[in-house]
Structures are given as structure tokens and as C-alpha cells.
């Protein structure tokens, strides 16, 4: 008995805000045979799985949105995690893309078939194959722990930030937090309030800069409405703001002063005691890793039951933490704010045409073109791959790049009648080369700090060392010329 196996012509992997919009576009071309793969049980990516408190967004909501769904109703200057999520429900619903969604189907493996010349997917919901897949899969996916002595030991309660524990109450406990990335940095004054004592470890302190987060006006909120002139403006006006950044990024460190100065204004204004203000001083070029904006955490680090700790973590014992000074401190809950995994889950499971996967290869040396094909991946695109990915603006201007060059492909492929596109090994060597050339002098690798920006030997990880208008005038439109096509 032969069995069936389901065929679709795209496969998407991932259905936050890379996804949705793909699948969008994709229909927008006439692409409907389409399907979109989400492991969990409802869409929105990174906002459906961290809902930690505090959880919002640190780029204003008018640009983080898609240009082509504006939302003239945000509550609030800064989304928060439930109406992100709201708002990427409605477009899905609003743009028919829930039809797609296939939920509480995890990619087990993903092969590409050189002799059928299609993709082999093996899902927990059974196989299919596909003529072309696509991965919208998230890098703010997957919860990165701390490699410390004893950590398993630990009898209290101990959880992530990416898996927060609501049935856990925190009053009154005396809680640890490892980890001060941005994660911690917005539920950190969240908790403070409630806890008997809440120690926060520091390996770096992140600069902090003011976020300025309010509601937002009734009669502003009219005005976006009926004026989509003033809608882009508003737009246009934080585009700027945030790219703005790329001037001490990658242009000239000596531009961060403008911005360091902001950084130590307020420090100044919300830490009275010099000695904790000193503690919680970066040592590094703001910019180096990621900054962060935030007019809540620094006030609650000035609190009578808060201490911050910058000793580093010798072991983990049942009930307590003891620091590399020989400091034993009880707590009764350690909350990892340690940040995620850079390379998803998911690429380890997914094999080109020479039987090596996505994560092997970024492993050995973080690549693409373009940031959405990948040499030894035929008919196989990404969004947010290595150097797709900007340090100085929205990632939601960036996917809508990349979603523009991705159909602008198939439409391309369609037209000619092919059925496979690789990007040529000698096209993607050229653009990482220029890639790195480019990254050399950038605050990313002399600022003095090490982050996910960075791999471990100290080069570039994949941020895009130039202007985001720069990128979008290169997807603009697919250069078949740098592609083997048949």
C-alpha cells in the first residue's frame, strides 16, 4: 500500500513577525500553496513565548510594526509583549494568513532531495516535501544557561526568563538574578517591589540609556488615523532617530560621545550612592553590545533590598550562591536573565545538498547572502541569516527586505519556468569577505566588550556593518546573476 505524502510549493518555517509577513507577500504575488510550521500552540514567535514581566519592545512601535499594516492605536510609545501580540494576530487574521498556520508542528528534520529536487520535511505531525522552504525561524528562541558548578544541585526554584514561572509567587523570597541583558533589565524593577531581597549578578554592566515611554494620546492616536502623511512621518522621524546609532557603530567611535554622555546623565541622576554607581558604570563603548533604554532599572537598583554583584559565581549550592570572593548569599529562586541561543534550535536539523546542516556551517563560520540564501542550499531561503541582521535599526525594516528579495525570486523563478536556484558558493564568498572587511573597524570588534554580536574568535557574528537604506537598495531586487538557476 503506497502511502501519500502532502506536497506544498513553500514551506515556511516560523510564524512571528518573519513568517506572517512572508506569507502575506507570498499571496500577494499568487503564491497560496503555501504552508507555515509553528512548533507552538499560537503565532507570534518571540512575543508568544517570552512573557516575562515587563516584557515589551526597545523599538518604538510605530517602526516596529509592518510598513504595510500600520497600527495607528498603539497604547503606548514602546509595545508591550500582549498587544505586539494582538496586533501580529490581527494582521494574520485580517490578511488571511491563519489558514497557513499549521500549530504544535515542530520541524524534526529537513533534507534537501538532489534527484526530486525538493525539500523532505519530517514534522511531529508527519511528512510532506516541498519545491521551496523558507526559515522565518526566530533567533530569540531558544534559552541560553549559564555553565556553573553546582547549578543542578540547586533544591529552590530556578527558572529563565524565555520560561517564566507564573504559578511561582515571588513575594517575600529572596531572589537571585544571573544576568543583566536586556531581558532582566525590564522585569528586574518589576519584581524588585515584591521580593525580600533580590540580588542581581553582573558579569557586564549594559549601557542604559533614557527610554522616555508614555501613553499615548487619545487625540494623537485620532490624528494617526485619519493621516497616514502623519503616520509616516511619525515613522520616518524613529527610523532616523535609530539609525542614527550606525554613526558610532560602524562609522566613527568617536561619535559615541554624544551618546555616552546621555548614558552617564542618567546613571548620575538615578543612582544616588557613588559606590553602586560605579559598580553599574559600563567599561566598554556604548555600542559594542547592545544598549538598552530604560527609565525603570537603574531606580531599582537603588533600592534598600537590592545588591548588585559583580564578583562572578564560584558555585551553585542547594541554597545559595557563592561568589569567586568567597561571599555565600541565601536565595530561595535564581532566575537566569541570560539571554539566547544565536543559532535556532531548528538548524540543526536542517541538511543541504552535501548532507551538512544550517548550524554546522555557522559553527564553522557565520555566512550567507545577503542574509537569505545559503551556497549548498538549493531552493532554500532565510530571513535574519548572518549580516541580514541590523545593530542599529528595527529587525522588522530589515525581514521586510528580505521578505521583498525572497518573492521577488520565486516571482523571477516562476517567469523562466525553473525549478531549482542555489546562490553560486563564489557570490556568497564575495559578499561575506566585503562583510568582514567592513566589520574590522566597527565598536562591535574594538569597543572592548564581548556579546552575541561577536563569535568567539572576535569577529563579526552577523550584524550588517553598514546603513539599513544601504541593504534595502541591495534586495531591492533578485540578482539572478549571482545564482545557478535551472
Known amino acids: 500500500m503506497t502511502t501519500h505524502t502532502e506536497h506544498r510549493q513553500i514551506a515556511v518555517l516560523g510564524a512571528g513577525f518573519g513568517g506572517i509577513g512572508l506569507a502575506i507577500k507570498?499571496?500577494?504575488?499568487?503564491?497560496?500553496?503555501?504552508?507555515?510550521?509553528?512548533?507552538?500552540?499560537?503565532?507570534?514567535?518571540?512575543?508568544?513565548?517570552?512573557?516575562?514581566?515587563?516584557?515589551?519592545?526597545?523599538?518604538?512601535?510605530?517602526?516596529?510594526?509592518?510598513?504595510?499594516?500600520?497600527?495607528?492605536?498603539?497604547?503606548?510609545?514602546?509595545?508591550?509583549?500582549?498587544?505586539?501580540?494582538?496586533?501580529?494576530?490581527?494582521?494574520?487574521?485580517?490578511?488571511?494568513?491563519?489558514?497557513?498556520?499549521?500549530?504544535?508542528?515542530?520541524?524534526?528534520?529537513?533534507?534537501?532531495?538532489?534527484?526530486?529536487?525538493?525539500?523532505?520535511?519530517?514534522?511531529?505531525?508527519?511528512?510532506?516535501?516541498?519545491?521551496?522552504f523558507i526559515s522565518a525561524a526566530g533567533i530569540f528562541a531558544e534559552a541560553k544557561y549559564p555553565a556553573i558548578p553546582g547549578l543542578e544541585s540547586f533544591e529552590g526554584t530556578t527558572f529563565h526568563s524565555l520560561h517564566w514561572r507564573h504559578d511561582h509567587d515571588l513575594t517575600g523570597e529572596r531572589v537571585a538574578v544571573i544576568g543583566t541583558g536586556a531581558s532582566a533589565v525590564q522585569f528586574i524593577p518589576e519584581i524588585q517591589p515584591k521580593v525580600r531581597s533580590l540580588t542581581v549578578f553582573q558579569r557586564s554592566a549594559p549601557w542604559i540609556v533614557p527610554r522616555l515611554d508614555r501613553p499615548t494620546l487619545g487625540l494623537e492616536r485620532l490624528l494617526l488615523r485619519q493621516f497616514p502623511l502623519a503616520r509616516r512621518a511619525v515613522r520616518g522621524t524613529w527610523y532616523t532617530l535609530i539609525e542614527s546609532f550606525g554613526l558610532v557603530g560602524f562609522v566613527d567611535n568617536r561619535f559615541r560621545y554624544p551618546y555616552e554622555l546621555l548614558g552617564r546623565w542618567q546613571l548620575r541622576r538615578q543612582i544616588s550612592d557613588p559606590e553602586l554607581r560605579e559598580r553599574v558604570t559600563p567599561d566598554y563603548v556604548i555600542g559594542c553590545k547592545r544598549a538598552i533604554f530604560s527609565d525603570a532599572y537603574l531606580p531599582a537598583l537603588d533600592r534598600d533590598n537590592v545588591e548588585v554583584v559583580t564578583d562572578g559565581i564560584a558555585e551553585i549550592r542547594p541554597r545559595s550562591i557563592l561568589t569567586r570572593a568567597g561571599a555565600e548569599i541565601e536565595v530561595d529562586t535564581i532566575i537566569h536573565g541570560t539571554g539566547f541561543e544565536p543559532i535556532p534550535t531548528a538548524f540543526d536539523r536542517i541538511t543541504g545538498r552535501d548532507g551538512i546542516s544550517i548550524a554546522q556551517l555557522y559553527h564553522q563560520q557565520p555566512g550567507t547572502y545577503l542574509g537569505t540564501a545559503v551556497a549548498g542550499f538549493p531552493n532554500f531561503f532565510c530571513t535574519l541569516g548572518p549580516f541580514g541582521a541590523a545593530g542599529n535599526q528595527s529587525a522588522i525594516y530589515m525581514i521586510e527586505s528580505q521578505l521583498a528579495y525572497i518573492v521577488d525570486a520565486l516571482v523571477t523563478l516562476r517567469a523562466r519556468g525553473a525549478r531549482r536556484v542555489e546562490v553560486r558558493a563564489?557570490?556568497?564568498?564575495?559578499?561575506?569577505?566585503?562583510?568582514?572587511?567592513?566589520?574590522?573597524?566597527?565598536?562591535?570588534?574594538?569597543?572592548?566588550?564581548?556579546?552575541?554580536?561577536?563569535?568567539?574568535?572576535?569577529?563579526?557574528?552577523?550584524?550588517?556593518?553598514?546603513?539599513?537604506?544601504?541593504?534595502?537598495?541591495?534586495?531591492?531586487?533578485?540578482?539572478?546573476?549571482?545564482?545557478?538557476?535551472?
Open 26 to 132: 507570498l499571496r500577494e504575488a499568487g503564491f497560496d500553496d503555501l504552508v507555515l510550521l509553528e512548533r507552538a500552540d499560537e503565532l507570534g514567535g518571540t512575543w508568544q513565548a517570552n512573557t516575562y514581566p515587563g516584557c515589551a519592545c526597545d523599538v518604538p512601535s510605530q517602526l516596529y510594526s509592518y510598513s504595510f499594516a500600520p497600527n495607528p492605536n498603539w497604547s503606548r510609545t514602546y509595545g508591550r509583549q500582549r498587544e505586539i501580540l494582538d496586533y501580529l494576530r490581527s494582521v494574520a487574521e485580517r490578511h488571511d494568513v491563519v489558514r497557513h498556520l499549521r500549530l504544535n508542528t515542530e520541524l524534526l528534520d529537513a533534507r534537501w532531495d538532489d534527484t526530486a529536487s525538493r525539500w523532505r520535511i519530517e514534522t511531529s505531525r508527519g511528512p510532506l516535501t516541498a519545491d521551496y
Open 426 to 486: 563564489a557570490a556568497q564568498d564575495a559578499f561575506v569577505d566585503e562583510m568582514r572587511r567592513r566589520s574590522d573597524d566597527t565598536v562591535w570588534l574594538t569597543g572592548g566588550c564581548q556579546s552575541y554580536y561577536t563569535t568567539p574568535e572576535g569577529g563579526n557574528a552577523g550584524l550588517y556593518p553598514s546603513w539599513s537604506f544601504e541593504y534595502r537598495r541591495r534586495t531591492r531586487r533578485f540578482d539572478i546573476d549571482a545564482y545557478e538557476v535551472a
